[in-house]
């Protein structure tokens, strides 16, 4: 199970909730708006990371069912963000375009209703009003089987107002912009002349040159007793000690990067990825390289479609988010692992999901 909203829009209704947002023009296609984007890349506070081969998925004894089996990837060289994307850089991207999110939006009920079960119920008018979920922590211990005792929608919620409408970014320009959707993060990255990564691309750079470790930094986790990345410290989810340093997101960098130098690929946010999201896909690919003799699978895009079988409606479409967030805790989740991977609608945004991009290691003769 993962910190993250693992419940699709229609499993909260049947709790008396609305969750998240339709993007009605674009979400309904499958499709990223839009916007001008730049004409050349700037790759200042990108890094190149040398493609290679390394070994996807976990069979650790903390990996998740949908982690594995383990197969061997090759992946060509590609440019990363050596962060997320901040605030102060998202704040650019909409300032240069009068970009709209997701969550800025009204939920149109005529197309929530084509991704909930027949005979689910119009939420009230208040719940179809702008906004997104925000982490409300509770006072006592709760059933962690439940993510409505800890996630609330909030009207007024957005990448300005990250906690709630009266909540505001004013301080923390360098910190991960949140409140994103899939469809935000691929309009930024288009944008800026990027794209998102691939699940094998992000996973191959997370790791930062590590061979069969548990973290992109070894196996312990807190090596001699420090801490390595923003995570949930206490208990889970109603008593945060803030041992890190951090009862939210931390500005980008706060913690040591991995080996290639990229921050934040543990922990702080999640961050999305350009792949369907099924829960079998590393079992499908492994036995279609079998099946093809082909022992190993280059540039991999990810699956053709979504399944994820803990939704009541398990095609209903989800992008795979990697990397945890300061909401992981090993009483609940341990996302911050390379391999760990969740399923999210593409127009759900939340208080703890995030991005980074990339671009294609062409040579500038090529472009």
């Given at each position: 199970m993962s910190d993250g909203i693992h419940f699709i829009r229609f499993d909260l209704l049947r709790l008396g909730m609305a969750l998240s947002m339709v993007c009605v023009l674009n979400s309904a296609q499958g499709i990223a708006p839009k916007t001008s984007g730049q004409e050349t890349t700037d790759r200042s506070g990108m890094i190149l990371i040398e493609g290679g081969k390394f070994t996807m998925g976990s069979e650790d004894e903390m990996a998740l069912r949908n982690e594995g089996p383990r197969r061997p990837v090759r992946v060509n060289s590609f440019w990363i963000d050596e962060t997320p994307v901040t605030n102060t850089?998202?704040?650019?991207?909409v300032t240069a375009t009068a970009y709209v999110t997701t969550a800025e939006k009204p939920v149109d009920w005529e197309e929530l209703k084509k991704q909930v079960p027949p005979g689910t119920q119009r939420p009230p008018d208040e719940m179809l009003q702008p906004g997104s979920l925000a982490f409300t922590p509770p006072s006592s211990p709760v059933d962690l089987r439940n993510m409505a005792n800890w996630w609330t929608w909030t009207p007024g919620t957005d990448w300005k107002h990250p906690q709630g409408p009266n909540s505001n970014i004013d301080g923390i320009d360098d910190h991960p912009v949140v409140q994103v959707s899939w469809f935000d993060a691929v309009a930024y990255a288009d944008w800026a002349g990027k794209r998102l990564p691939t699940e094998a691309e992000w996973e191959y750079a997370a790791r930062g040159g590590q061979v069969d470790k548990r973290y992109n930094w070894g196996d312990d986790f807190m090596p001699e007793g420090k801490y390595m990345a923003n995570t949930f410290t206490g208990q889970f989810p109603f008593e945060n000690s803030i041992a890190d340093g951090f009862a939210s997101t931390s500005p980008v960098k706060s913690f040591p990067p991995n080996g290639y130098?990229?921050?934040?690929?543990?922990?702080?946010?999640?961050?999305w990825t350009a792949d369907f999201y099924r829960a079998d896909a590393h079992l499908l690919a492994a036995r279609q390289s079998k099946e093809s003799g082909e022992p190993c699978?280059?540039?991999p895009t990810g699956p053709e479609s979504s399944w994820d079988p803990t939704r009541g409606m398990p095609n209903n479409i989800e992008r795979v988010a990697k990397g945890g967030s300061f909401l992981c805790h090993e009483s609940y989740c341990a996302s911050y692992r390379p391999s760990a991977r969740r399923g999210t609608p593409p127009d759900t945004g939340s208080g703890h999901t995030g991005f980074r991009c990339v671009t294609d290691a062409i040579a500038e003769s090529q472009r």
């Open positions: 850089q998202f704040h650019d991207f130098g990229l921050y934040d690929m543990a922990g702080n946010v999640w961050n699978c280059t540039n």
